[in-house]
């Protein structure tokens, strides 16, 4: 509900889905001209290369959305874990943790109307995004003046995924359900709320959409 049939492709990341294509277009042409043992080998070769770029085409599909009510989720996933906490940037505050598995949309969207305050990239390990020891990992942190005060938006490398890609820059004015960045190939984002502003609409274990579900809503 709320995509679009329009089939688009992450910012980014169209030569990840053309290279292998394009390989595998050129084995298809060289299995033609070797019809022996060889030419086998080259078909293998480019059924595989296909079914790469079909992954791709997949991994890197970037929906529209219909943007929703209240604070809306910043990634597509499974809410993971909801904690009060105090944070350094944002104060007293509720932290929603949402985890990417492979087969959700990757592009990250913001929470609420706002100006980016400060972008942050944090390097570190690559363990899976949903262990605790993963607070540790490599990550780019967002903060984020909002109408609601500093919040915070915190994209986290995984096993596997390796690159972490900001569509922002510092200072600039960006919308809610705006796309911020992406991080490729499945991994976690944190929002940081003031926990006096807002009220949680989300439980561990809901499933979400970036942009278009919302996870809480502003106090009035």
Not at 171 to 198: A, T
Request: net charge positive; charged share 25%.
């Amino acid at each position: 509900m709320g995509e679009k049939n329009s089939m688009k492709i992450a910012q980014g990341c169209i030569s990840w889905v053309l290279i292998p294509f394009l390989v595998g277009i050129f084995f298809v042409f060289l299995t033609v001209i070797f019809r022996d043992l060889i030419g086998s080998v080259f078909l293998f070769f480019s059924v595989i290369l296909f079914l790469l770029t079909g992954f791709f085409l997949l991994f890197f599909r970037d929906p529209d959305r219909k943007i929703g009510r209240g604070v809306v989720a910043s990634a597509d996933g499974r809410i993971r874990e909801i904690n009060k906490l105090k944070d350094d940037d944002v104060g007293e505050c509720i932290r929603i943790s949402t985890f990417m598995n492979v087969y959700n949309v990757h592009v990250n969207r913001m929470p609420l109307d706002g100006v980016i305050k400060d972008i942050v990239h944090i390097p570190g390990s690559y363990l899976p995004a949903f262990k605790k020891e993963s607070e540790r990992n490599e990550r780019v942190v967002l903060t984020i003046d909002t109408a609601i005060g500093m919040t915070k938006v915190t994209l986290i490398a995984g096993t596997l995924a390796r690159r972490i890609v900001s569509y922002v820059l510092r200072g600039d004015k960006v919308k809610k359900g705006e796309k911020i960045g992406m991080i490729r190939f499945g991994s976690r984002v944190d929002v940081y709320l003031p926990s006096k502003k807002i009220k949680t609409l989300v439980n561990t274990g809901d499933r979400v959409k970036a942009g278009e579900d919302a996870v809480a809503e502003v106090n009035d």
